[in-house]
């Protein structure tokens, strides 16, 4: 049966609180609830759109808060998940492969295959390929990772002088490490140094169209 309207009060998407439309109800509108959930959980019962009276109306304009949860790859998955607009939404697949929830072996396969893209080992022209240096640029602009090879441990050595200073740059040299020097990746904790370089990266090969 179809209804106007679906959920529990306080955990019901926002095109159901706002009934904008007829027959509102989408897989969309569950992705967004289960966002709310996942913050729930991590957060020790928390809510992202706030408590009582003002929780509808912040789920009615958009408004939350994830601030109390530190990770921040969780903190982007459930950013996409709540998104107001229901057509911004990811679906679960591209839930389901998001960095959240990635371990070393699904890390080393990214690493591997996104490192071994023909635009990524041909990185000396890349400038040359508008969309791909675009794109790399707005995830690369205000991240931990920006100027990476500034910023690199000490610990870090042979990092290649003519790798590109940015997303692109840091996924070949990263994707060469774990190839040729797999134990100074995992003992010196590569990914750690940069948090939000997995998320970038991810976003980056869903934007381009890569396979991995």
Do not use: C
Not at 68 to 76: G, R, V, W
Not at 172 to 195: A, S, V, W
């Amino acid at each position: 049966m179809y209804t106007d309207r679906a959920g529990t009060q306080g955990w019901e998407a926002t095109e159901i609180v706002n009934q904008t439309e007829k027959g509102s109800y989408k897989k969309s509108s569950d992705i967004q609830v289960a966002g709310m959930l996942t913050y729930y959980i991590l957060s020790d019962g928390k809510h992202p759109f706030g408590d009582g009276i003002r929780r509808e109306v912040n789920i009615s304009e958009g408004k939350f808060s994830l601030s109390d949860i530190q990770d921040i790859t969780a903190k982007d998955l459930i950013e996409w998940m709540i998104n107001k607009d229901k057509d911004k939404r990811p679906s679960i697949d591209k839930v389901l492969n998001h960095p959240h929830f990635w371990d070393d072996k699904r890390i080393k396969d990214v690493l591997h295959n996104l490192g071994n893209e023909d635009d990524v080992q041909e990185y000396k022209d890349y400038e040359n390929n508008k969309k791909l240096y675009d794109t790399v640029q707005k995830y690369t602009k205000g991240k931990t990772f920006s100027d990476w090879r500034t910023k690199a441990p000490e610990t870090w050595t042979k990092i290649g002088k003519h790798l590109p200073n940015d997303l692109l740059g840091l996924l070949r040299y990263l994707r060469n490490t774990l190839g040729h020097q797999k134990k100074d990746f995992y003992e010196k904790k590569m990914i750690d140094e940069f948090p939000d370089f997995l998320i970038s990266v991810h976003r980056l090969a869903m934007d381009m169209g890569w396979e991995y």
